[in-house]
């Protein structure tokens, strides 16, 4: 079982739907969780970054974090095509210890 | 946040020779990072740039193939030695201002080998 599950999709939405986007993870020290925005022939932008369970709000941007069941989802309200791109999922345990990746969902927002 | 460079932003290499990829950052960072990116993948972790001391490789990676260095908490560079078409990837640098784990990349480096 890999450490991070991600669908990588790809996703197309419609402009102004509702995206979500979600990753599992199996290691349970995990408690940094944070989504990484990568357009095209860049480097991946940090976009949302949360500590332990709960929600976290950014404009049109949510995250959230169920350790319980080792599940987290970004929400992206009012999609734009600007927001076509590939989100990575990333996680940690803290400290030392490397950020694992998931694999990347590819998202495009059609006009 | 903070601002990274990287140079070169692309290059196209011959099998056998190397490249030297140059990391900067706007302000002293505690951890640097490399990491590669092959098409259609997620990003993979190289080695961490350790400042004074040797880099720490991940499984997989040698400091053979990929030698880094850091000489200051704002500079490093990773050279990818005796290339093979394998090695064709994006290069990334990533910085950790401290034990928080926001981690902040740079722009890459597109390598194609030949």
Do not use: H
């Not at chain 1, 990588?8 to 939405?13: A, D, E, I, M, Q």
């Amino acid at each position: 079982q890999k450490e991070v599950e991600q669908d990588p999709g790809p996703l197309s939405v419609p402009e102004g739907a509702i995206v979500s986007l979600n990753c599992t993870y199996s290691n349970s020290a995990f408690q940094y969780f944070m989504w990484y925005r990568q357009y095209s022939r860049k480097g991946p932008e940090l976009l949302m970054y949360t500590y332990s369970s709960g929600n976290k709000e950014d404009g049109r941007f949510t995250a959230q974090v169920d350790k319980s069941s080792k599940y987290i989802s970004l929400f992206i309200r009012d999609s734009q095509p600007s927001d076509s791109a590939t989100y990575l999922c990333a996680m940690s345990a803290g400290g030392n210890n490397r950020l694992a990746f998931g694999k990347g969902n590819q998202v495009v927002v059609i006009p | 946040s903070a601002v990274i460079s990287q140079k070169p932003s692309r290059d196209i290499c011959q099998r056998g020779t190397s490249l030297t990829i140059q990391c900067q950052v706007d302000s002293q960072v505690t951890m640097m990072f490399w990491y590669r990116q092959q098409p259609g993948q997620s990003l993979t972790l190289i080695a961490t740039a350790n400042q004074g001391s040797e880099a720490t490789y991940e499984s997989g990676f040698v400091i053979d193939k990929f030698p880094i260095s850091r000489p200051n908490l704002t500079f490093s560079t990773l050279t990818v030695s005796n290339m093979s078409p394998e090695d064709s990837s994006i290069y990334l640098c990533s910085v950790q201002r401290d034990f928080n784990n926001e981690q902040f990349f740079g722009p890459g480096t597109r390598l194609t080998v030949l």
